[in-house]
């Protein structure tokens, strides 16, 4: 990476549970307080909701002539980066009226200067029940800072709102070492490396995972890094399984007898709502809905992720091989098949509220004229959406 600055994008979409409360000011507060903002976390689900109650402490009452809403029911989030850049937030998914203030806190200055109505209000917007949306096109983040954002509604019930939040910040050389989680596996600084890179799939950045080593002689384990060295040679073999909460795992061989490198980068897919991914190795046989054995491996590691994010919900989609026109018996298959997965997923402890099945039949096929195996097999396949 050159001296240039980075340019770099992550998308964040918070949908389903709360993902933690942030301890501020030395204090674990209720998150109807600054002190418990809840973090906003790049590429976590979170369904932020807003209790009922303002929280032990009123941190809003002395901009009351500023906003329109008493602090009754609210809810306080927290952003933070490791480098400057721009966040913008979309609020969605919300019936009833809702007030947003926006705080920028500089670094060491704490949640008692809001209390205090010394801290500047960056922005703050009042929403009608009919609104439904709303948007703050750009906040310009410093690094150091912190972004506190003040949700507040009067309505009695406990309410959600679906807040996306995309940043784009510059990134320098600097920063993107610091990043970096290395461990070094060689005997000797003198021996070959072999460096494996764990990168965000969006914005390449290096993203620390566990990372599971085998069918090695010696270095079988797991590890926690983002770049991981080890001892580079012609018959390096091993087979390694990356997970990372908030994305999907990957599994990857790596081979120098059938391909000569120096660095393999493994690029994880941040959860996003809609977002589809096929399962590849989850093989069925020909015209039916009975997974080959070698499947249950693959099906193993969708459950451990299910289990890593316990806030995701699924839908499994099935799709067949079939030449000419969307048959009900095809239809029929293609869900047999996603409800074989669930079946399986279901049996090893994860609940069934959480998965959903949907068969297409042949009408989404990747190869309509099919004429290789692989093809086929591309065709006979299950893919996951993210809920």
């Keep these: 990476m050159n001296s240039v600055l980075k340019k770099i994008g992550i998308g964040i979409l918070f949908l389903n549970s709360f993902y933690g409360v942030t301890q501020n000011d030395h204090l674990m507060g209720d998150v109807g307080d600054c002190n418990g903002a809840i973090l906003l976390s790049p590429n976590t689900l979170l369904k932020p909701k807003i209790f009922k109650g303002p929280g032990t402490v009123m941190d809003v009452e002395n901009y009351s002539k500023s906003l329109k809403l ?63 949306s709303a948007s703050i096109d750009s906040i310009h983040y410093n690094k150091g800072e912190v972004i506190l954002l003040y949700l507040n509604t009067v309505n009695s019930d406990e309410n959600t709102v679906a807040i996306k939040a995309k940043f784009e910040g510059d990134v320098s050389p600097e920063e993107f070492s610091a990043m970096k989680e290395e ?15 764990v990168r965000d799939a969006k914005t390449k950045l290096p993203l620390t995972a566990s990372i599971i080593v085998s069918d090695t002689r010696g270095l079988n384990a797991l590890y ?27 599994d990857v061989v790596i081979n120098n007898r059938r391909e000569e490198a120096k660095e393999k980068v493994i690029y994880l897919i941040p959860l996003e709502q809609n977002q589809l991914i096929e399962l590849e190795g989850l093989i069925f046989e020909s015209h039916s809905d009975v997974l080959i054995p070698e499947a249950m491996l693959k099906l193993k590691r969708l459950k451990d992720f299910m289990l890593m994010n316990t806030s995701v919900q699924i839908e499994i989609q099935g799709h067949v091989h079939l030449s000419g026109r969307n048959t009900f018996a095809a239809k029929r298959l293609s869900k047999k098949r996603a409800k074989t997965v669930r079946t399986v997923l279901v049996e090893s402890g994860i609940s069934k509220k959480r998965i959903s099945v949907k068969g297409f039949g042949n009408s989404m096929m990747k190869f309509p004229e099919a004429e290789t195996d692989l093809e086929k097999q591309a065709n006979r396949r299950v893919e996951i959406k993210i809920k």
């Design 70 to 132: 008493t602090e009754v029911n609210s809810l306080w989030l927290k952003f933070e980066a490791d480098y400057s850049g721009e966040l913008k937030l979309a609020f969605e998914k919300f019936d009833f009226a809702l007030e947003y203030c926006v705080f920028i806190l500089k670094e060491h200055q704490t949640c008692d200067l809001i209390r205090e109505g010394s801290a500047k209000v960056f922005t703050h917007q009042y929403m009608d029940q009919q609104a439904h």
């Design 183 to 197: 461990f070094d596996l060689r005997s000797s600084e003198d021996l070959d490396p072999y460096i494996i890179k």
């Design 224 to 250: 926690t890094a983002s770049d991981l060295t080890v001892p580079n040679s012609e018959n390096l073999k091993m087979t390694l399984k990356v997970d990372a909460a908030g994305y999907f795992f990957q």
